[in-house]
Structure formats: C-alpha cells, structure tokens
C-alpha cells in the first residue's frame, strides 16, 4: 500500500483536491447555529466537585448535550479572573498565563490571541454561562464526568512552566481566505530547547505558506460558484502540556472551487528539555514492541467500530500520525489511507499504561 501523510493533499493536484467530501470550515462562525444553541438551552443546577468539595452550581445544557458553567463560579471556586462587559457583549477570563476572550453567541475564541473556534457563549437573564468543557480544557484542568453520580469532576492540570503565544500569517483579500496561525513559546527554563521548538514551527507555518502559495497559483482559472471563495486555513491545537513534553497538532483545510474542500492535519510532539521532536516509539516510552501494541489495539477498535474498509490494516507506519492527549496516545490516519471519506481521519486512542 502506498502510504499518504496527514499533510500531502496540500501539494496534489488540484483535480484530486475536487473529489474530496465537504470538511467544516475553520472559525466559520455561525451565528444562526449560535442562536439556536441559545434558544435550545436548558437552565440546570450542575454537581460539580472541586478541591474535594461537592457544590451545587448554576448551570445549563444546550440541546446537543454540551454543559455550561455559569461565569461567577469560575472566579469563586476556580480563582480565574472574569469580566463582563455589558456593552460590547465581550467576557473575558485570565489565569496567570493564559486569557481567554469570547463574546455572546459567538462561536469564535482567541486564547492569548490564538483564533479558535468553540462552543458559543450563552447569556440568560442578564447572566453568562459558558461551555465548561472546552473552557476549562483550554484554562489548563481536566473534566471527568461520572454519569451514574451526575457528577463532574473539576481537576488542575501542571502544566510545563511557559507561555504559548500565537503568530499570524495572513495573504487574504477580497477574494480569497489565506490565513495560518502557528505558536511560539517563551518563559522555558531551558532557552536552547525553546529556540530550536520555536525554529520549527516558525519552518513549518512557511511550509504552509509556501504550499497554499502554491495551491492558489494552480487555482487561478478557477470559476468559483457565486457566493464562495478561495479558501487555505491552518491552525493548532496544544492537545498536551505536561511533564516535559508538548503535543501541538495543526488543522489545515482548503477549497479551491468545485463541491467539496479538503482538510488534513499534523502531529508534533517536542521534549521540552532537549527541544527535540519525538518519535512514536519515544512517546511510547521506548518500548521495543510498541508498533504491535499498537497495532493490537487498532485491530480490535476497527473490529468494534465496523467500518467498511478500503484496505485491510495490517501495521502503523515508522512515521505514523500521533499526537499526546491526557495519560493516551493518540493515532490517527489520513482521509482515505484506510477508510472511506465518510468516515473522516480514524483515531485511535491508546493508553500510556500500556508501554510500561
């Protein structure tokens, strides 16, 4: 089998790029999916344990089963900084390092500047109340549900000691959509190890820059339907930040005219104390058998998971897509490397305990 990488679709030609399916647009907020998440909204006392203690919170839970927190509780139980201003609708929160801004039914975030799309901000009778999940993940805590209990467990994560911030590159005019953000790191106790993680990502977002260059040159002919644009966009997740090790992994999409856009992504993980980026076996705490580990699991979840497979799956590569996210590693495929479009790029979650 001939394998792809997550990325390669960014130089294929164009022909290939119009057979592929549609892909949510990044930051494509929409206000009319904001307002109806608003309008489906149900009020809720929520059980939320924090430091050991059990509180009973006000709350709620929008129609696609998402909960939200209401604004004053993440300053008196978590000790985050909030401000509401009533007249631009804008609330922000700040923890030492890091300041979320977000505005009512917005579905557009900036984290330290980082453009990010999310849940929409919802506020009722004069009260804010905001997508717990992807508020606090982003803050820096873990959320553990307990669905027999209805309970939510709120848990600080120790994040490694430096400050993320957020770089832009953007070619965009009337007619076209080019924009890539990529992140840079400061405040690291190791100065050589920041400069050579902070070297290749600023490599890697000019590689993404030199590509959607590229792209748009092949896409200069094109007649685009009325209503539509050229449209290149990267951004990143920091899907890991503990122990000596940092996880990003970049979210790439493009359409070019035709039906259909294209998305893909890469997976870096960086060794904070060398800046050195890390293999899969690395992650895997070097064990020697972690391709058939892996692989083990792999074959079992596709097993569960039923899918109508294009290939049979036989091995990860030496080069496979993988990110960290919490105590798991997570594998994952290119569009149409094993499965069909419909079934996007598979995940497959592994647990670390499983190398030791």
Do not use: C
């Not at 022909?15 to 990044?26: S, Y």
């Not at 097993?303 to 897509?321: A, H, N, V, W």
């Amino acid at each position: 089998m001939k394998r792809s990488k997550p990325w390669t679709w960014i130089a294929a030609p164009l022909a290939a790029a119009l057979l592929l399916g549609t892909a949510t647009l990044p930051l494509a907020a929409s206000p009319t999916n904001a307002a109806s998440t608003a309008a489906a909204w149900t009020s809720k006392i929520l059980m939320i344990k924090v430091d050991g203690k059990t509180l009973q919170v006000p709350g709620g839970v929008s129609a696609e089963g998402d909960t939200y927190i209401g604004l004053r509780f993440l300053a008196d139980e978590l000790g985050l900084t909030t401000t509401w201003d009533s007249k631009t609708k804008i609330i922000t929160t700040s923890s030492p390092t890091k300041t979320i801004t977000m505005q009512d039914q917005s579905t557009e975030f900036k984290v330290n500047g980082h453009r990010i799309s999310g849940k929409p901000v919802i506020v009722k009778n004069g009260s804010a109340y905001l997508p717990l999940r992807f508020l606090l993940e982003q803050m820096g805590y873990e959320i553990v549900y307990n669905h027999k209990e209805q309970l939510i467990t709120i848990n600080p994560i120790v994040e490694n000691s430096l400050i993320l911030s957020n770089k832009d590159i953007d070619h965009s005019t009337s007619d076209r959509h080019f924009a890539i953000q990529y992140p840079q790191l400061s405040g690291m106790s190791e100065p050589e190890a920041q400069g050579k993680i902070n070297s290749f990502l600023e490599k890697q977002a000019k590689e993404f820059e030199q590509a959607g260059k590229e792209l748009f040159a092949q896409s200069s002919s094109i007649d685009l339907i009325e209503g539509t644009q050229l449209y290149y966009d990267v951004n990143y997740t920091i899907t890991y930040n503990q122990d000596g090790k940092l996880s990003i992994v970049f979210d790439h999409y493009e359409f070019t005219g035709g039906a259909h856009g294209n998305y893909g992504k890469q997976g870096y993980t960086f060794d904070l104390n060398s800046g050195k980026v890390l293999t899969l076996q690395e992650a895997a705490l070097n064990n020697s058998r972690y391709k058939q580990i892996i692989n083990t699991q792999i074959k079992q979840e596709l097993t569960k998971r039923g899918y109508d497979m294009l290939e049979p799956f036989e091995t990860i590569s030496d080069d496979q897509g993988f990110y960290l996210r919490g105590d798991k590693i997570i594998v994952f495929f290119s569009l149409y490397e094993y499965t069909p479009y419909s079934e996007g790029m598979p995940e497959f979650s592994i647990p670390l305990e499983l190398f030791r």
